[in-house]
């Protein structure tokens, strides 16, 4: 069964620096999102991408967060400076169609780890 | 605010005993609903959908039923197996939100042998 990939699983960063989270979606998908889930709380939105541009993004996903789509698999998202309050998991996520009609499916994630 | 959570936090239940999680939600402009797993250490996956013109859809062991009327959900396992046990989130799309999903906080499930 296809499935979203994510590397690396585990990052550890200092604080300030740039840390880049990569993802490959399923590969007949259209619609690409990124979620963080802080320890022990539920998961939250960040944003979302469809044809290139960004189509939606939460208050979290400030100015230090950019996504991009270097080439035709991979989903990447960018964090400029890091700072401790973004230890969380994130998690990549792609679907079929616009999430309002078709099933999320979410990655392992990767765990940030900010010193 | 606008939420989607659960009532409880953890659920018990034996090996071989159904399991109802519970969902409640608060906008009445939610029309799609997915339930979705989670072990340690993975990520959520999906196991059943419903949208809001529906009241109850069944997978395989899995039962997911909508009340709009009161807002609330909830998804049916049949006979629990160990592999069950897991976090189990509700999440909600609504009407004019995008593709954004919103989780609700997790019920942790136990299967006791």
């Known amino acids: 069964e296809p499935e979203v990939t994510q590397t690396p699983s585990h990052q550890v960063t200092q604080m300030g620096q740039e840390v880049i989270l990569r993802c490959v979606p399923i590969s007949n998908h259209l619609y690409f999102y990124w979620y963080r889930q802080i320890l022990g709380q539920k998961v939250e939105f960040l944003v979302s991408?469809?044809?290139?541009?960004?189509?939606?993004k939460s208050e979290i996903f400030d100015d230090q967060f950019s996504v991009e789509r270097p080439d035709g698999s991979n989903f990447t998202l960018k964090i400029r400076s890091t700072k401790l309050e973004d230890s969380a998991m994130y998690f990549c996520a792609s679907s079929e169609s616009e999430g309002s009609n078709q099933p999320q499916h979410f990655g392992d994630g990767t765990r940030l780890s900010i010193l | 605010g606008e939420s989607v959570g659960l009532h409880l936090p953890t659920l018990s239940v034996q090996e071989g005993d159904n399991s109802i999680i519970n969902c409640a939600y608060s906008n009445s402009a939610s029309d799609y609903f997915i339930w979705y797993k989670q072990e340690s250490g993975k990520g959520p996956q999906f196991i059943i959908d419903?949208?809001?013109?529906?009241d109850k859809r069944q997978g395989q062991r899995v039962t997911v039923l909508l009340n709009k009327t009161v807002k609330h959900l909830s998804l049916q396992i049949a006979a629990t197996q160990p592999g069950d046990s897991a976090v189990y989130f509700c999440a909600e799309n609504r009407r004019g939100g995008g593709n954004k999903l919103t989780f609700g906080t997790g019920t942790q499930l136990k299967v006791e042998l």
């Open positions: 991408f469809y044809n290139n541009e960004i189509s939606e």
């Open positions: 419903i949208r809001s013109n529906m």
